[in-house]
């Protein structure tokens, strides 16, 4: 007969070993995932991925291909035309599409980027069959270019206007042929391109290559979200880049602040950053515009991305913009300097509740780094706080 102690040992036996076995099955689940379902869904991924680049490409292609279409009918023109159309389709990397097209373009080793913010030139049609083919419609283009600016911010004619617009094409304006001026109509109904142009010389945009037809080709640069860490000379060079866009004579406004709408000048030698996505990129006198013709009933039907106005009761109209792009920038820097202290306790928290089962000795060890880690990390928030006293956007 087994004695009360003699059962106990029995059941501490069977305990042990019911865990064990349990602890063998676990692992034996665990490296079946490892050595069968990893590879599953690694290779299902892969393949959703490659069903998408592949569909991404055709569509990419297909927008290509319509556009050398067009060329070749003669309906369109742009020196990069001759460039584009004689691309195979192995080139074609990927296409994007959100608010515009965006298509990666493998030249010479190099990428390009195509943009537009259509995928087709008939989407920009009808073209207006009143215009003569005369000095018509250098006045015309001129009048829609101007619209993108105030009025004392280039003080050039309508002429120089176009001129500046067709670069680096170059254009015999006495003799524009038709699928030149179709081109032109095409371009002109896009602010993100009228900006680049208008404005390229203040060096914070990104360098149109060529035009072929409604796309024009940029140069592809590394953006500024690829970084690894958000330093002090990072936050300097942003600061550079508002103080370019306030010494331009005409005031812009930048309704879409945000790191990924930023890009290096350079891979290796990043001396400034560059708005990528001027889309929400207004001159005074379009930011009035925009304003003064959106309906509102209270201050909150005035925000328009980061540029907020307010409502006016009577008219029930918007006013000017009454925040700068040196609020929105602060409050991005608020917002960061957050997220490092946040990160700094957070880290904090899990190395004191790590700790407390080891050996007093290593305790003081491990108290230190974190401490040191901490005082690191407040060191760079005084930083960035240092930067944001140094601005003088306002």
Not at 215 to 236: C, D, G, I, R
Request: proline residues 3%.
């Amino acid at each position: 007969m087994f004695t009360f102690s003699g059962m106990n040992k029995m059941k501490a036996i069977l305990g042990l070993l019911l865990c064990l076995s349990s602890f063998i099955l676990h692992r034996i689940y665990y490296l079946a995932f490892i050595l069968f379902g990893i590879p599953v869904v690694v290779r299902y991924s892969r393949m959703n991925e490659y069903q998408r680049n592949s569909r991404n490409r055709t569509t990419a292609w297909l927008i290509v291909e319509e556009l050398c279409a067009d060329f070749h009918r003669n309906e369109l023109s742009g020196c990069f035309c001759n460039v584009l159309c004689s691309l195979n389709k192995e080139s074609i990397d990927s296409y994007y599409m959100e608010n515009k097209v965006i298509i990666n373009l493998q030249i010479d080793g190099k990428t390009v980027l195509l943009k537009s913010s259509a995928m087709f030139s008939k989407q920009f049609m009808p073209f207006p069959t009143t215009l003569a083919f005369n000095e018509n419609y250098v006045n015309y283009f001129g009048e829609i270019v101007k619209q993108f600016v105030s009025n004392g911010s280039l003080i050039l004619d309508n002429r120089k206007f176009l001129q500046q617009l067709c670069s680096p094409c170059s254009v015999n304006l006495d003799n524009l042929t038709e699928p030149e001026i179709r081109t032109l109509y095409t371009l002109t109904k896009q602010h993100e391109f009228v900006i680049f142009q208008l404005f390229h010389t203040i060096g914070i945009f990104p360098r149109i290559l060529g035009i072929c037809g409604h796309m024009y080709a940029v140069e592809k640069l590394p953006l500024l979200s690829s970084a690894t860490q958000l330093t002090q000379n990072l936050l300097v060079l942003a600061v550079e880049t508002l103080n370019q866009l306030k010494q331009v004579d005409s005031t812009f406004h930048w309704c879409d602040v945000k790191f990924e709408n930023l890009a290096f000048s350079d891979y290796l030698n990043p001396t400034k950053l560059l708005i990528l996505d001027a889309d929400l990129l207004f001159t005074n006198n379009g930011m009035s515009q925009l304003f003064q013709h959106l309906p509102c009933q209270t201050d909150y039907d005035c925000i328009f991305f980061d540029c907020i106005a307010k409502c006016n009761p009577i008219t029930q109209r918007c006013t000017d913009r009454v925040n700068t792009n040196f609020n929105v920038c602060v409050q991005a820097k608020d917002y960061i300097a957050n997220v490092l202290f946040f990160n700094v306790e957070w880290q904090l928290y899990l190395l004191m509740n790590t700790i407390q089962s080891w050996s007093c000795g290593r305790l003081h060890t491990y108290i230190f780094m974190a401490v040191y880690h901490s005082v690191f990390t407040l060191k760079n928030v005084d930083k960035i706080k240092a930067v944001s006293k140094q601005l003088s956007l306002e």
